[in-house]
């Protein structure tokens, strides 16, 4: 697994982004983790409702990409959370291609489908460290 992303320096300062944009596009990014959370828990936990799993993901895709929306013109979100859509979707389409086989999930799927959503969930972790960090900057000043 590629962890340079870690190591990604994040802009310090907000884009133009308002309070409500700003809050909606974190509540946007937690409601992405959520998803992906739960999927990696139903994996660990040996379940394989591959249909349930598989409409999880894709929200949890379309998660992100409405965040997306507010954050589009902050280079440095962007070179994170499409990585991290992608990730999500390669999951999603190792979920459905698992649920086609007969043989059903082997070690190495979930071990891949777990790389995949882990990779995901620590990009938009950063993004959404982030954009808190910018949402009450008179806060910190005063601390």
């Known amino acids: 697994m590629d962890n340079v992303f870690l ?10 982004l308002g309070a409500q944009e700003l809050t ?3 509540e946007h990014l937690y409601e992405a983790l ?5 999927t990696q828990n139903d994996l660990c936990l040996g379940t394989m409702a591959a249909l349930k799993l598989m409409k999880d993901l894709a929200e949890a895709w379309y998660e ?3 965040c997306r929306i507010y954050t589009e013109k902050i280079v440095d979100f962007e070179e994170m959370l ?3 859509m992608g990730y999500v979707n390669d999951a999603r389409c190792m979920v459905e291609t698992v649920a086609d086989e007969e043989g059903g999930m082997t070690e190495s799927a979930l071990s891949a489908i777990l790389g995949c959503l882990w990779e995901a969930a620590a990009r938009v972790h950063c993004v959404v460290e982030e954009l808190e960090s910018w949402m009450s900057p008179e806060e910190d000043k005063e601390a």
């Open 7 to 16: 190591y990604t320096p994040l802009p310090t300062q907000p884009v133009s």
């Open 82 to 84: 499409q990585p991290a």
């Open 34 to 38: 959520k998803l992906i959370e739960q």
């Open 64 to 66: 992100i990409n409405k």
């Open 24 to 26: 909606k596009a974190v």
